[in-house]
């Protein structure tokens, strides 16, 4: 046998082995195809069906959400309508009210000094460096 025909054989053989290892990477290729495409497949026939459920549960919310705007604007109105009343209230009552309680602590402040069996307080003192000072205020007579 000369080099030549040992190249040949050589070259025969590994394109064989070559060819051997494309085929079965070719088999094991295709059948990872038909396993993606069963797989999309059943993935395809289960998501239909949910979209469906998603869209019905987002009509449903869109519902909800137009009934609670709804009963906001309701609540705003009569929240409007409730601060207008106490506005009125408060300024039709509020200053003859204050005008009447002023009238009662002054009634009662007047007949509260003048009870005949009370005896008179007698104004506080403070003492200082053995004298006796009257406790006296910017603001006037305490009682």
Not at 57 to 74: F, G
Not at 77 to 95: D, I, P, Y
């Amino acid at each position: 046998m000369s080099g030549g025909e040992v190249a040949g054989i050589l070259v025969a053989v590994f394109w064989a082995i070559l060819v051997s290892f494309l085929a079965v990477a070719l088999a094991r290729l295709a059948q990872t195809l038909r396993a993606t495409t069963k797989l999309v497949a059943d993935v395809t026939d289960q998501a239909v069906p949910l979209l469906a459920d998603a869209s019905s549960a987002v009509r449903s919310a869109q519902t909800q959400i137009d009934r609670v705007d709804a009963i906001a604007s309701d609540v705003q109105e009569v929240t409007s309508n409730a601060s207008a009343l106490s506005t009125t209230v408060a300024s039709t009552f509020g200053g003859p009210l204050v005008k009447v309680a002023a009238f009662g602590y002054g009634v009662r402040r007047a007949l509260g000094g003048r009870k005949e069996d009370v005896p008179a307080k007698t104004p506080r003192r403070t003492v200082i460096v053995g004298r006796t000072v009257s406790r006296r205020s910017s603001r006037g007579k305490r009682d």
